[in-house]
């Protein structure tokens, strides 16, 4: 069964847990709800005592029927039978109601854990994790959670069933009660034998599930390039080959759940064969009347499904447990980004100090090493360098996305690690490569930083960024509907928004990583019309892709694997000819005026 079980192994942060730590954390979300619990229990109780009299008040009509032959009076035990059959069917009723509404409210808090649970993990989490995976155990795993509730609901109204019935067959006759019970500890012993490969076949379920959730949900995330370079066939054959997979792992588990009951099955076959063999050469003697033994022939129906579904619950409990434990793991990763303390600032001036930091995604992989850079609150910094130089790096742990190893982060000389973080976060507004939009429209999007923020201050915001000019591109203004991931708007629209959004933030700190997106001319002088706005008397620090931005900084740091090897400003590193004026020839030169000037006289 290996080559089936290919590629499902467990997430880092996965864990094992045991029945008893499940069921304890399982109990957890269910105290709440004690009330509700109470009233399934009682209904439970009565629904098992009306069933329980059923059989006996069939028993008693036999016996009045062999007593007193054609001239048996069956009103008054026909009476009894619709009554207790009416309770039964009442107190099941109010039983399965309550416990709707429990389990209900066991899954919406669990699945609120989980997805909070989401929302606190660390960005490098979402780096080294499929997001697909993740959003199945919020999803998939915690509905087949319910599972494990409506399993011990059923064991408790079978437990109490069963008590109930031994109770009175021991009280008609005790020979044929131990017949009955007779098979139940081999029974039990057997289906306890199916609880490690239950639970192990359908870990594997869940993982093959979350395995198609993360492939349905890349597909359609990256559906135009999967279009554009017409690899429709080639994606349809790659999830072919994961839903096979998850075809053989969930038949496994399917034949391992439908062969528990044909065994027990039998093995209660042969305990009913002896019952019903010995009860009629008894009957026939008369030790006892034809009703108590048409008493056990009924009862034992009643006796061996409970009986059956009792030694199997372990077995089928493997499923909301693998379930829960999936859950369960998510919440107890454990994060990389650890607070010291949680001091909200009331402020921030936006001082920035990098003391001999040591700093890798992976280890072994560093990125910055022994580092060190002080940013002035107020200071305009760009960050140049090629790829992998640690400009993204520097931004990603001002923000405090990421755990550095070593050293230390200070702003306005307090430790970065001291401080509450979502309190911090409100003081930095970013602007990435690639904006995120929302779906919704253009003024959600930009109140999406500030909720509380009216109407009239989105669009006084929005009237800063470029003049306002761009808003009347849109087909309604700022009420336009973006579309997901703000599709129906161009690049350059989002940035704008964007922009707008941080200016309404109104951050301490400002972190852009400039796109490097073709825009036309006219957007192109709105972003930068709107960065000076945002710009303006806050600490901003710029991963810079254009010439215009870099010109305007105060201060251009030059990175090289995760060193400083230049800083000035623009005039003074062209002026030294070292590695900022070679990037400068090579990448920024063709943005200058004086260069598109010369082009412009060669071409004619």
Request: no cysteine; charged share 20%.
């Amino acid at each position: 069964m290996g080559f089936i079980m290919d590629g499902l192994d467990a997430e880092e942060y996965d864990r094992q847990y045991s029945d008893g730590e499940l069921v304890k954390r399982i109990w957890h979300y269910f105290k709440p709800r004690r009330k509700l619990m109470l009233i399934v229990a009682f209904a439970i109780m009565a629904d098992s005592l009306a069933s329980t009299a059923i059989p006996i008040t069939i028993s008693w009509g036999v016996d009045e029927v062999e007593r007193s032959g054609a001239g048996a009076n069956l009103a008054l035990p026909t009476l009894v039978l619709i009554g207790v059959g009416s309770i039964a069917w009442v107190f099941n009723l109010i039983r399965r109601w309550y416990s709707s509404r429990a389990i209900g409210d066991v899954v919406l808090s669990l699945r609120e854990d989980a997805f909070n649970a989401v929302m606190d993990r660390d960005l490098s989490f979402y780096d080294r994790f499929p997001s697909g995976k993740i959003v199945s155990r919020v999803t998939s795993d915690t509905q087949a959670f319910t599972q494990v509730v409506d399993l011990t609901m059923n064991l408790l109204s079978q437990v109490l069933l069963i008590m109930l019935l031994i109770g009175y067959l021991f009280f008609v006759n005790v020979t044929l009660t131990l017949i009955t019970l007779a098979l139940a500890p081999l029974i039990i012993i057997v289906s306890l034998a199916f609880r490690n490969i239950a639970r192990k076949t359908v870990t594997q379920s869940r993982r093959v599930a979350a395995e198609v959730n993360k492939h349905i949900q890349e597909t359609i995330s990256g559906i135009r390039v999967a279009k554009t370079f017409r690899q429709e066939n080639a994606v349809y054959d790659e999830f072919s080959d994961v839903n096979h997979q998850s075809y053989k792992i969930n038949l496994v588990t399917g034949y391992t759940f439908s062969s528990i009951f044909p065994i027990l099955n039998l093995m209660a076959g042969f305990g009913t064969v002896a019952l019903v063999y010995y009860g009629g050469l008894r009957a026939q003697a008369g030790t006892i009347s034809a009703g108590e033994w048409f008493l056990f022939i009924q009862g034992i129906g009643l006796f061996w499904f409970p009986l059956t579904s009792i030694a199997s619950f372990w077995s089928q409990f493997q499923l909301g447990l693998a379930a829960g434990e999936r859950i369960f793991a998510l919440l107890d990763a454990e994060p990389n980004v650890v607070q010291h303390d949680n001091v909200k600032p009331a402020t921030i001036k936006g001082d920035i100090t990098f003391e001999n930091m040591t700093f890798a995604y992976k280890e072994g992989e560093t990125v910055l090493d022994d580092f060190s850079l002080h940013i002035p609150a107020g200071q305009t910094m760009a960050l140049v360098g090629h790829t992998g130089s640690g400009k993204s790096s520097i931004t990603k742990l001002v923000a405090r996305f990421y755990e550095f190893q070593s050293g230390k982060l200070l702003i306005d000389g307090q430790d970065i690690r001291s401080f509450h973080l979502e309190a911090y976060r409100k003081h930095i507004g970013f602007v990435t490569q690639t904006p995120f939009l929302f779906d919704g429209t253009v003024v959600d999007n930009i109140r999406y930083g500030k909720q509380e923020a009216s109407t009239e201050e989105v669009f006084t915001v929005a009237q800063q960024v470029g003049g306002g000019d761009w808003i009347r591109t849109l087909p309604r203004g700022l009420h336009t509907e973006v579309g997901e991931r703000g599709g129906n708007l161009s690049m350059g629209q989002r940035q704008l928004v964007a922009l707008a959004r941080v200016l309404l933030q109104n951050p301490s700190i400002f972190v852009l990583d400039e796109a490097t997106a073709s825009i036309d001319p006219l957007t192109e002088t709105l972003i930068q019309e709107g960065l000076d706005v945002v710009m303006q008397n806050r600490t901003s620090i710029i991963i810079a892709h254009r010439l215009s931005t870099i010109r305007n900084a105060d201060r251009i740091i030059v990175l090289d694997h995760g060193k400083i090897i230049e800083e000035g400003t623009h005039n003074q590193l062209l002026e030294r000819g070292g590695h900022y004026a070679d990037l400068y020839n090579t990448y920024f030169r063709h943005q200058s005026l004086d260069y598109i000037e010369q082009a412009g006289q060669l071409l004619a």
